[in-house]
């Protein structure tokens, strides 16, 4: 994992035996010492495979969900560790990959565009994702910017399967 915040200090380690830190770290995707959000987002691809199987309905609803429960185990995890968007809370990039996969194509072929559309988005941030990353805090604040990059990865997405 990034061990060490932009000013040096060391940064906190999730307690792994705590469900809200297991889950708000991809169950230790998280943990990566080299890129935990590709981790994350990795971890997503594996989550998708199943729920891309349902119908739109349903797979909207458990997208819902995995926002609502972002929102609430973010913040928490990030108030327990003391670091607002902890590098290794990846619960956003899980929620980010399956916003930007909502009624995408079948097939592996797309599955590899969303990842790296949504991996393009979220590291490169361009406005508004960078304006918001910055200026909302907890851990709506930490889900936000990430859930603006999928849907900017969406529509690339739908806008690259629509020209093919």
Excluded at 20 to 32: K, P, V, Y
């Amino acid at each position: 994992m990034a061990s060490t915040t932009s000013e040096g200090r060391s940064l906190p380690k999730p307690v792994m035996g705590n469900i809200t830190h297991l889950l708000a770290f991809g169950f230790g995707a998280g943990c990566s010492p080299k890129a935990p959000g590709t981790m994350g987002t990795l971890l997503a691809v594996g989550l998708y495979l199943p729920l891309s199987h349902l119908p739109l309905v349903y797979y909207l609803l458990v997208l819902s969900l995995v926002v609502l429960l972002g929102i609430w185990l973010c913040g928490k995890a990030a108030r327990d560790l003391g670091v607002h968007d902890h590098p290794g809370i990846v619960w956003d990039e899980i929620a980010g990959y399956l916003l930007t996969m909502t009624a995408a194509p079948d097939g592996w072929l797309w599955i590899l565009v969303g990842f790296g559309l949504f991996r393009l988005f979220d590291i490169w941030k361009p406005w508004p994702i960078r304006w918001l990353d910055r200026q909302v805090a907890g851990g709506l604040g930490i889900m936000l910017d990430d859930l603006v990059a999928g849907v900017f990865a969406a529509i690339g997405l739908q806008l690259i399967a629509a020209l093919l």
